[in-house]
């Protein structure tokens, strides 16, 4: 199995510099990852170093901490799509989860999705399922149901998770989607055989990570 296409390449890092983001590109590129996923700040730079590569562009709304409003991160997400980004990961409000304030994140997903809809920008919902429990993963994969985002990703990665707790959560999370909506990891995945068991054995369809793990190396 050529891994490169399950790999988004991520950078994003609150001191990524120019040249940080010029030598992901030339990497992904080289290694024929899928996509990038870089800082909002650097999309038109992504632009114009992929603009004859295969490679798709994705940034993040509302990242890392996703507790902006949801008109900050639908403003966000339409400048970053008028950029030229092909994909966006969007932080839910962990506080209006924790809250138990559900149509609030409802509704914020659903906005989300119905404008990367319109633009034809996939979509990714990052629940930060380091923090969540078993029932609030259900809950929110089954909002997630309804609302149909193309992925759901486990973690930004700033908030710190173990292999071991990450495929238990990610188990949980493929056990409770329907099948159409895939699964991002993101956070933890150090090597091939790591991102090769998740995708094999627990249906991953995109690992999100800052090591190339290409099978060229």
Known sequence: MEIG???DYTILRPDTTREAIKSLCETAIIENFYAVCIPPI?????????????VAICSVVGFPLGYVSTAAKLTEA??????????LDLVINLCNLKNGEWEKVASEIYQFCILCRRFGVVSKIIIE????DTDEIIKICNLCNEVNPDFVKTSTGFTGISIVA???KVRLMRDTLREGIKIKVSGG???REEA???????GVSRIGTSGNLSSKK
């Not at 650097?42 to 992929?50: G, I, K, P, Q, T």
């Not at 339409?78 to 994909?87: D, K, M, N, T, Y």
């Not at 399922?129 to 969540?132: E, F, G, I, M």
């Open 166 to 168: 990450q495929k238990e």
């Open 78 to 87: 339409e400048s970053l799509i008028c950029e030229g980004v092909e994909e």
């Open 42 to 54: 650097y999309v038109n730079e992504a632009v114009r170093f992929l603009r004859a590569s295969s």
């Open 196 to 202: 090769f068991m998740f995708i094999q054995d627990y």
């Open 5 to 7: 296409q399950y790999i």
């Open 129 to 132: 399922a380091t923090l969540l």
């Open 189 to 191: 995945v150090r090597s």
